[in-house]
């Protein structure tokens, strides 16, 4: 007796399976609209100059300071523009509604679209730093040690973690235009302030290891607790409410 | 078989139904009927897991086939054997063609479609013309051609189950035959379905159970057998 197609039994898609579909449709989107890319870097370009033109020369005591305030001021508002439209494609014909309704591990969906925001983050947080030492005449090799490359991915970590659980609130909640601001800049507060501590040591190097150490350390924890709410809370925001 | 048992749900302090309940077997179609804004594109979304009900619940129930399971068994997760079509919505990614959209879809449920059956499929909805296919973003189509790349995308889904809401809008008479095709054999396969359509003419034939929503409980009757 052969099964119908009540009884058959459907294929399973493997958590790598998903992970992937979720970050290859992700990038193929953001490639489908490269105006979601270009508009923040463009963002983060016209900060940055506008900085360096109304600062002028900065006292070179001050200039290290100076370029991590900026810098940082300026990725973490690119970033939140980025960070904010990460489910844009999916806003649009209600696929987020088909995707909650097709068998997907919630936590493949966050961490694909934890993945997509590292890269697109990437692109805008290098161009943003790089342009930021040249336009305060900042020694490239400092910025390519691996205290800086450790302290900068450290930091996207933890953004992206909030970013992209905050990004899908936004989907489900009814005052989603501010909730996003009003979350995202309190929360990420500690991970800025510990990201401009560890990356000045890392820079000027006059505090030790250990004092570089401990902030990094506590950028790591905070990139954890966000990390891990990030997986809890993101099923809950995708399941039936 | 799909089955839902007491079903309740409520917005703030209305009620929009409760005490809903209904068995589909394989091969059977039902038709949820109703005025606009009883309820019913709601008891689609609860259908297909997206709301939670108030009361009640919803199963996806292997029916004993005599060989490899003797008593009828809940699945543990309802979500692979059911497919939805939203109102109003195809769930497309719009700046993407169709070939990208249908391909993901299918990938997403483990199905790997070969080449020959997308074109296959692509033409019978009218959707054939290499344009249409690949790099032709979805946004660009009109409302009947994405409502027909949505259904295509519902042919091939190997789901046997398919939740429908409204799933004519926008067509034309060429692909309401076409869809009626597709309807028809689903269930001859032994799937089974949900509509919701205030266009009862194109599915007379098809639909074999009502459920009316409109007052607060709602029954099931079999369809009246049309002439």
């Avoid at chain 1, 990356?199 to 990390?227: C, K, P, R």
């Avoid at chain 2, 033409?123 to 032709?136: I, P, T």
Wanted: charged share 15%.
């Amino acid at each position: 007796m052969s099964l119908t197609s009540a009884q058959r039994t459907p294929p399973v898609v493997s958590f790598g399976q998903q992970l992937k579909l979720i970050v290859t449709q992700g990038v193929r989107a953001e490639l489908a609209d490269r105006e979601r890319l270009l508009s923040p870097l463009l963002f983060a370009a016209t900060i940055m100059i506008l900085f360096a033109f109304t600062l002028g020369d900065v006292d070179p005591s001050f200039r290290v300071k100076v370029f991590l305030a900026q810098t940082f001021l300026t990725l973490f508002l690119a970033l939140q523009i980025s960070f904010a439209r990460i489910f844009e494609p999916d806003t649009q014909d209600r696929v987020f509604d088909l995707m909650r309704t097709c068998p997907l591990h919630s936590e493949a969906w966050y961490l694909g679209k934890f993945i997509l925001v590292l890269i697109t983050g990437t692109l805008i947080l290098l161009p943003t730093f790089l342009l930021g030492g040249l336009l305060h005449s900042q020694d490239a090799s400092p910025l390519l040690t691996w205290q800086m490359t450790l302290t900068l991915f450290l930091t996207l970590f933890g953004l992206a973690s909030l970013g992209v659980l905050l990004s899908a609130m936004t989907m489900r909640a009814l005052a989603r235009q501010i909730i996003f601001p009003l979350l995202y800049f309190p929360l990420t507060t500690p991970v800025l302030l510990a990201a401009v501590q560890a990356s000045e040591i890392a820079l000027v190097g006059n505090s030790g290891d250990e004092t570089f150490n401990a902030w990094l350390t506590l950028l790591a924890g905070f990139d954890v607790i966000y990390f891990t709410l990030g997986i809890l809370l993101f099923g809950s925001l995708v399941e039936p409410s | 078989m799909l089955k839902a048992t007491q079903l309740g749900f409520s917005f703030r302090s209305r009620h929009l139904f409760r005490n809903v309940s209904f068995t589909v077997r394989p091969g059977q179609l039902l038709h949820l009927r109703g005025p606009n804004g009883a309820g019913k594109t709601t008891l689609m979304a609860v259908l297909a897991g997206l709301l939670a009900p108030v009361h009640g619940s919803v199963d996806y129930v292997i029916e004993p086939d005599g060989k490899r399971t003797t008593e009828a068994e809940g699945v543990p997760d309802p979500k692979r054997w059911i497919e939805y079509l939203p109102a109003e919505a195809n769930g497309h990614f719009l700046r993407m063609d169709a070939l990208t959209n249908i391909r993901f879809w299918g990938k997403l449920r483990g199905h790997t479609i070969p080449e020959d059956q997308l074109t296959v499929t692509l033409r019978a909805w009218d959707l054939d013309h290499k344009w249409l296919r690949f790099g032709f973003p979805v946004e660009k189509f009109s409302t009947g051609m994405k409502r027909r790349l949505a259904l295509a995308r519902l042919s091939l889904s190997e789901a046997p189950c398919f939740l429908l809401d409204e799933p004519l809008y926008g067509l034309d008479d060429a692909a309401i035959k076409m869809f009626q095709t597709m309807l028809r054999a689903h269930l001859n396969r032994g799937g089974l379905g949900v509509i919701i359509s205030h266009d009862t003419v194109p599915i007379r034939d098809l639909v074999t159970e009502v459920l009316a929503i409109g007052s607060v409980a709602a029954s099931q009757q079999h369809a009246p057998v049309s002439s």
